[in-house]
Nanobody
Framework: QVQLVESGGGLVQAGGSLRLSCAAS????????MGWFRQAPGKEREFVGG????????LYADSVKGRFTITRDNAKNTVYLQMNSLKPEDTALYYC?????????????????????WGQGTQVTVSS
């Protein structure tokens, strides 16, 4: 299995930027498709974006498209979420998730249940 640890969260003003990191340990990182989710108080966990094993064609939720960018560095066993033009509604606990997949170019899932492993989350708070 794989262990995931998120970092990089914090407090930022609206319009600012943050970069979240998710470091993986355990099995070979390149075997996993990776996703980012977030959960605000009183709301369900929602898909933010995902990236395939190969790193090609990341998928994003409409609410973050054009503002957030997901990349991965398989040599460093890390996936990143660059968040720009942050809004107060982006405030949430952000989680990374992983699923072992066979095809390097397989599409990533957008549902919580598709993923096998989860980190503990990192808090992002955007002030207005």
């Amino acid at each position: 299995q794989v262990q995931l640890v998120e970092s990089g969260g914090g407090l930022v003003q609206a319009g600012g930027s943050l970069r979240l990191s998710c470091a993986a340990s355990g099995r070979t990182f390149s075997r996993y498709a990776m996703g980012w989710f977030r959960q605000a108080p009183g709301k369900e966990r929602e898909f933010v974006g995902g990236i395939s094993r190969s790193g090609g064609s990341p998928l994003y939720a409409d609410s973050v498209k054009g503002r957030f960018t997901i990349t991965r560095d398989n040599a460093k066993n890390t996936v990143y979420l660059q968040m720009n033009s942050l809004k107060p509604e982006d405030t949430a606990l952000y989680y990374c998730a992983a699923k072992e997949v066979t095809l390097a170019t397989a599409a990533v899932g957008v549902n919580v249940g598709w993923y096998e492993y989860w980190g503990q989350g990192t808090q992002v708070t955007v002030s207005s």
